[in-house]
């Protein structure tokens, strides 16, 4: 699901009913369907049982279909399953029956950006940080950077990145774009700051090591570049960053 590396989905917490709008008390039992076919749709998907997840919850929507979680998870389940026509429906359904809702603002936003559509996910982004009830605003504003970032937009993309700071100065999905944006930039002694502290919080990967690789390459510590090229062999060796290509300039 994740196209983009980086973006993050704020995927239904437990308590699943409290990421919707009450219903009416005439409406109570539906809502308990829904609520409880959800969570148990929920488990079978954790379980790795999608037919039996896709069944309770197409069910919590029959019995429901204004109850957003459900239509949430329906969405991420069908992405997972690689149906992605369907999934973004349900993101959007999902918006359309809960549009204030930071997490679900935030879902759209990544579901459009992992789909290369990068100037619509934006707008879902700011709409997740507005929320005032919405927890991880760093997140979203993360998720706003990297898709900037993606994009080809730096300026932008080290905004929103700026802006995530501002909640959580160690967020790992901000410090390792940052890094990029600033080596993008030519600015490598600032590159290297971003990905020593995010170094510091996140494990190493793929895209961390080969940045790596790039950065004390470009500042001619050679030594420490072939540490970075060496561990990115022993991890991905058959990674595209590998061999010829971890040196690769961008």
Known sequence: MRAIPGLLF???LLAVAACSSSPQ???NEKRKAAETNTALGRQYMDRGQYEIALEKLKRAVAY???YAPAHTLLAILYETIGQRDEAEREYRKALRYDPGDGEVNNNLGAFLCASGQAAEAEQYFVAAVQDPFYQTPAIALS??????????DLDKAESFLRQSFEYDDKLGSSLLPMAEVSY????FLRARAFLQRYEAVGPMNEESLSLGYQIEHRLG???AANRYRA???ERYPDSARTGANAGREQ
């Not at 998720?143 to 080809?152: D, E, Y």
């Not at 993008?184 to 600015?187: F, I, L, M, T, V």
């Open 25 to 27: 008390p005439a409406d």
């Open 231 to 233: 561990e990115l062999l």
């Open 143 to 152: 998720n706003a950077g990297s898709c900037a970032l993606a994009a080809g």
């Open 221 to 223: 510590d050679e030594e």
């Open 184 to 187: 993008r930039k030519g600015e």
């Open 64 to 66: 429901d279909n204004t």
């Open 10 to 12: 704020l995927t239904l």
